[in-house]
């Protein structure tokens, strides 16, 4: 399985687009992150969404995390205001990372490799210099389990596992539990 | 505003459950990580989705990620197998972390730096050493904008802003904007 062909779009932003719009589009959309790109559409940066929340937290703050503490709660309340009108090229770093991306021809062990050493939750796929695609965490994982339950099911055809080893608790029979039974051991705990 | 004033309900996982089923969960609801509490429900980890992923990744690839390169393309497949019938106890590291937590009191700013600073998407609240509730990366961004957003609207009322002023370009008219204007910088590149 090569990251082209489990990639999915993704929704980019200009590098001198709002950062405020940015960050709204990431908060309305629940996204992972925002990719960047330049204005003539070259991937830029991969921003996770906790690298945008750095866009409300003031510089002081980011230099010495204790002030967190005892910033009052009304200038608290005011940090968005640090992103009105600025552009996500005013808030980035002056010197451009490498963003975390593969090529499409590579395998999702290399992505998810990637992935868990730069904690980035999504990865941009490459092909012959241009964005072909964004693979996030949870795709990486949904695609990973499905590729497994084929494998699975396509062994248990040819071996006959399914019949002939009915009781023994593996994978594949965890797969076909409902899903109300495979959550038994996930619950809500409340909030105010 | 205060920790536990926006922070959510969000699904919480045993540590001795199945990390496939964890996994599962992950990829099925988009979640931007998991949430671990012990059998008397103590919070135990916060994995962000990224760290999640390791769990696919085979432990001679983490210590050697050129190796990531090298795998056929089966066996990397074939990687998901990694899970089966292993609990996240036995995925975790076995000396427990300081997962990423916050007081109930704690102001948004102090969220946000710890969000920031740890590369979390997701933040516990603790209330009298109990799971109070998680405040995300895109909840954090919505309630600061929201914030914004109210006391912007406030100002307008007090000063005539609205009226006074309308062709500045504030944070203020930016967010009265449909959302099809606000979003003009946003696109989406095909993915294969």
Redesign the interface.
Known sequence: ??A??I????????I???A?????????????GIVVVTAD?QLYAVL???????F???SY??DD?LL??V?A?S???????K???KTLRELLPQRQLTPPAVN?D?????V??????????LIA?MQQGR????I???????M??K??LT?QAWTAVVTGLKTERPSS???WQ?LEQPPDQ??S????????
Chains 1, 2 share one sequence.
Do not use: K, N, Y
Request: charged content about 25%.
């Open positions: 399985m090569q082209a062909e990639d999915e779009q993704f929704p980019v932003v200009d001198d687009s709002s405020l719009e940015a960050a709204r589009m990431l908060a309305e959309d629940s996204l992972p559409r996770p969404a906790s690298q945008v929340v750095r409300i937290v003031p703050v980011q995390p967190a503490g910033l709660e200038m608290a309340d005011g940090a968005a205001e992103l009105g009108g499409a590579d395998t999702i062990i290399e998810a490799a990637m992935m868990e050493r730069l904690r980035s939750p796929v964005l072909h695609g964004v996030t965490a949870s795709r990486l994982l949904a990973a389990l590729c497994r494998e608790l593996s994978t965890f495979r959550r051991t996930a619950w809500h705990l409340g909030a105010g």
